[in-house]
């Protein structure tokens, strides 16, 4: 088939919701909402969290005369079943302006930070852990050769303490252990 001036085109369709149905619940309050739960920092494409169904939907008829909330369902798309969310439709009162709307955003996102730590504390050590800790960082190498040295002489007294073979090494009631070398001797043939 060729491609001729008579082709069918779409036709273009309206971009916004236009509906007149309202919902019968009250109208939202800007004012009234966490300022994290709105976002207008595009103002014609305004959005908020629905008091319903928990989820970001749009502000429909910015630049007219009634502001509403878009048509939306309360499950998530093509998971559960096309339920249609009480505020479909429902009025939103701005009575509040952009400038609020960032100044409160500022002051409660200051006052989040403030609730948050921000530096990681160490566990506090014993008082004798920190001398000793204190001690080894200012230890110098020839400190540490110094230390070795005054340590040998009671090291070598110990070791010779170690090697003596104390009196009554043999048991009361046994055999005693044979002193002198064994050597095995095989029968002659």
């Known amino acids: 088939m060729s491609i001729t001036a008579t082709m ?8 916004r919701t236009r509906t007149k149905q309202l919902s019968p619940l009250p ?8 300022p994290s739960h ?9 959005v908020l969290v629905c008091t ?3 989820t970001w939907v749009p502000i429909t008829g910015m630049q007219g005369k009634v502001q509403k909330l878009v048509p939306h ?7 559960a079943a096309a339920i249609r969310c009480l505020s479909s439709n429902r009025l939103v009162d701005f009575d509040l302006t952009i400038p609020e709307w960032q100044q409160a955003l500022t002051d409660a996102t200051k006052e989040a930070s403030s609730r948050l730590a921000t530096t990681v504390l160490p566990k506090a050590f014993s008082p004798q852990t920190d001398r000793t800790l204190r001690a080894r960082a200012e230890r110098t190498p020839a400190g540490r050769v110094a230390d070795w040295a ?9 070791d010779e303490a170690r090697r003596a073979v ?24």
């Open 8 to 15: 069918p085109v779409a036709k273009k369709r309206p971009r």
């Open 27 to 34: 109208a939202i309050q800007l004012s009234k909402l966490l």
């Open 38 to 46: 709105l976002d207008l920092r595009k103002p014609l494409k305004a």
């Open 52 to 54: 319903d169904c928990e």
């Open 73 to 79: 369902h309360t499950g998530k798309a093509g998971a």
């Open 150 to 158: 005054a340590v040998l002489p009671h090291v070598a007294d110990t």
């Open 166 to 189: 104390p009196v009554g090494d043999v048991p009361a009631e046994a055999r005693s252990v044979p002193r002198n070398h064994l050597a095995i001797q095989r029968p002659a043939c």
